[in-house]
């Protein structure tokens, strides 16, 4: 049983060193961290060729980075980390739209307006193989609406 185990993590080792050219990001971005602000949400519109699932995920500037839901609980907006985003063939997967974004959390440097911050998803095809898809989102600067709130003030 050991035995098995092993063969099959160095087999997905191998696997994941590829990167996968059937996989398109588009249009990934997020917003600049307030002071204090140590997490972030990222966004993107991914295109799988072939059915497959978005099932982990890595950010250079975040210690932990995870898959996200966002679901309204009455007046609440709850995040949930989920263990796979589904990525159907050929179709356009726009994460925000879908209710769903990519967490990096434990921010180990402020996230700036104007610069970008990488990614790597790990998309799990319907054969069990995993590759690694690049991300490279832009930062936004924060919030238009919490700016336009804030209109009187200048
Ligand atoms: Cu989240």
Redesign the pocket.
Known sequence: MKRILMTSVLAMTAVTSAYASDVNVKDAWSRATAPGQDSA?VQAVITSKKAAKLVSVACKDAATSEL?SMVMEGDLMK?RQVDAIELPAGKAVDLGEAGY?L?LMGLKKPLEAGKKTNCEMIVRGADGKDSKVQVIAKIKPLAESAQAEHHHHH
């Open positions: 949400m996200h995040m974004h967490m």
